[in-house]
């Protein structure tokens, strides 16, 4: 019995349109991770690229559940001794929702140049308009 390995120039790549409105974060960000390394597909191969294109509107909309909002907190650091920077969620989501959520999934891919690669098929928009129409999105149903 031999293992499928897919090579990189054979996996197709399709593109899908997630309308993020009133759903989780994490719920969301967890499930369009999983379409961007193409665990969703029977020809994954885990040092391959082999997710798809995901277009992700209306992330101005999406929800945090419990309290969340005002005790959850966005932390970067300055690398310079005591330069953590705290910012609680309400105040990213009203700032840039589109990084709050590139930053959720960014959590969820992996670390490292192929990681990087996924992440870069990401394309997050505030409302329901898009650049996109070109490639033809098919809807994605999230689970949640």
């Avoid at 001794?81 to 960014?106: C, D, I, N």
């Amino acid at each position: 019995m031999k293992s499928y390995l897919a090579k990189p120039n054979e996996v197709p790549q399709k593109w899908y349109i997630v309308d993020v409105e009133g759903k989780p974060l994490g719920r969301a960000a967890s499930q369009i991770a999983l379409v961007l390394r193409g665990k969703n597909k029977p020809t994954y191969t885990p040092h391959v690229d082999t997710g798809d294109y995901v277009i992700v509107i209306n992330c101005e909309k999406i929800v945090l559940t419990g309290n969340k909002l005002n005790q959850k907190m966005l932390r970067h650091h300055t690398q310079f001794p005591g330069g953590l920077k705290e910012t609680p969620y309400k105040e990213v989501l009203a700032k840039k929702p589109e990084f709050a959520f590139k930053e959720a999934v960014r959590g969820m891919l992996p670390k490292g140049t192929l990681g990087r690669k996924m992440f870069g098929k990401l394309k997050v928009y505030k409302g329901p308009e898009h650049e996109n129409q070109a490639q033809k999105p098919e809807p994605l149903i999230l689970k949640y």
